[in-house]
């Protein structure tokens, strides 16, 4: 497949396919979008509407009418702006909620530094689309909130409660452990600060940005093992032997874009073997070929293909293919994931997205939702565009 073909199958596929299916899930009666569909297609117009799942798509319709340029698609990430400004932020005590009801009420009250991350992501993103100053205002107000109230001498802290008093961080821990910080929350503050400096030139966004990749450097990374560390205590001692495939993928080109964002060249001599390192183990060791499996605990690798992983498999050997175009081997792994994609975790239903996992063989896990909380459009739609603005040019 040449450098055109998948820029056009990316776009082909966003535009014929991703893009419709979210846009049919638009609630014009309560604002918003539906938060739950089923395997069966069935949507529950009554789910809760997680924040994070809002935010996403914001950011979705946003990105989408910057590359397109539908003016219809403004008026998608305008729906979800409402929505957010009006029912996802606590007007009393600051902060985005977890969760809201259908109808926009509070439910799940917890400030997880994860979800302000991702209002701000959104919110930039927002304002670059609409020219709109006061979704640069919000961004820059959760900026501040993160920065005085959930991070501490040490890194940035998960959960707190809905007057910012510590929680437990039950929603970022996984595989049996209760993680004081986590690399997952860290990487998506960077990947909201990167987009917030991007449009803003915020020098104390800037600051905080060098400081997070010297946190990658110094406390996330693994040398030895030449992975990343997932789950930690309040010291950044890690709780688990877990290689997280899916997150070593996305990692490896998400610093690679805030390197560029900033333009420091000595900060880029330091991280950027980082990045290559990631890149490279994952193929000798995980890769086999046509897609990732998403973690391996202890040794035993889950072999299942998650929806998410395979689109930030995509783009993290197509960014190493860029930074070395003398290794074949990256372009033809992100072909090949791309193949697998189009073949087996896209939805092949009439009116359908894509299956949350699949086999390694291809055969969708019946049962799991298609849209939920976690379920959205950033990872297989921010693949598709960053596929045609990369290759773009290239055509």
Same mark, same amino acid.
């Given at each position: 497949m040449t450098k055109k073909q998948l820029a056009q199958e990316a776009s082909a596929h966003l535009r014929e396919r991703i893009i419709p299916f979210w846009r049919r899930l638009r609630d014009d009666i309560y604002g918003g979008y539906y938060g739950y569909v089923d395997y069966d297609l069935h949507v529950n117009r009554?789910? =809760?509407? &997680?924040?994070?799942?809002?935010? %996403?798509?914001?950011?979705?319709?946003?990105?989408?009418?910057?590359?397109?340029?539908?003016?219809?698609?403004?008026?998608?990430?305008e729906h979800a702006f409402r929505f957010m400004r009006e029912h996802c932020f606590d007007t009393e005590h600051g902060g985005v909620y977890w969760s809201v009801t259908f109808a926009g009420d509070p439910l799940d009250t917890t400030k997880h530094t994860y979800n302000q991350a991702f209002s701000i992501y959104a919110l930039s993103e927002y304002y670059e689309a609409s020219g709109d100053p006061k979704a640069l205002d919000l961004a820059m107000t959760q900026f501040q909130l993160i920065e005085s109230r959930m991070r501490d001498e040490i890194g940035y802290l998960e959960a707190l409660d809905l007057r910012f008093r510590p929680a437990v961080n039950d929603k970022l821990s996984e595989n049996d452990v209760v993680a004081d910080r986590t690399m997952n929350t860290l990487?998506?503050?960077?990947?909201?600060?990167?987009?917030?400096? %991007? @449009?803003?030139?915020?020098?104390?966004?800037? =600051?905080r940005l060098v400081n997070i990749l010297r946190d990658f450097a110094e406390k996330i990374w693994n040398p030895e093992k030449r992975r990343q560390e997932v789950f930690f205590d309040?010291?950044?001692?890690?709780?688990?032997?877990?290689?997280?495939?899916?997150?070593?993928?996305?990692?490896?080109?998400?610093?690679? %874009? &805030?390197?560029?964002?900033?333009?420091?060249?000595?900060?880029k001599a330091q991280i950027a073997p980082l990045t290559d390192a990631m890149a490279d183990n994952l193929l000798a060791a995980a890769y086999d070929g046509h897609s990732l499996p998403a973690e391996c605990e202890r040794g035993v @690798?889950?072999?299942?293909?998650?929806?998410?992983?395979?689109?930030?498999?995509?783009? &993290?050997?197509l960014n190493a293919a860029q930074k070395h175009p003398e290794r074949e081997e990256y372009w033809q792994a992100a072909v090949s994931t791309w193949e697998f994609i189009r073949d087996h975790v896209a939805d092949p239903r009439e009116g359908?997205?894509?299956?949350?996992?699949?086999?390694?063989?291809?055969?969708?896990?019946q049962g799991r939702p298609v849209v939920e909380p976690w379920k959205c459009p950033y990872h297989n739609g921010r693949m598709c565009l960053e596929v045609m603005r990369r290759l773009g040019a290239e055509q």
């Open positions: 009554e789910a =809760e509407k &997680g924040c994070i799942l809002n935010s %996403r798509i914001v950011w979705f319709f946003s990105r989408c009418f910057l590359e397109l340029g539908d003016p219809e698609l403004l008026h998608e990430a990487l998506h503050v960077f990947e909201a600060y990167t987009n917030l400096y %991007r @449009v803003s030139k915020s020098e104390p966004v800037k =600051e309040s010291c950044f001692h890690s709780l688990l032997d877990l290689y997280s495939y899916g997150h070593d993928i996305e990692t490896s080109w998400l610093l690679d %874009r &805030g390197l560029e964002v900033l333009a420091e060249p000595e900060l @690798v889950k072999e299942n293909r998650v929806w998410w992983v395979q689109a930030e498999t995509v783009l &993290g050997f359908a997205e894509w299956f949350w996992e699949v086999t390694k063989e291809g055969k969708p896990i």
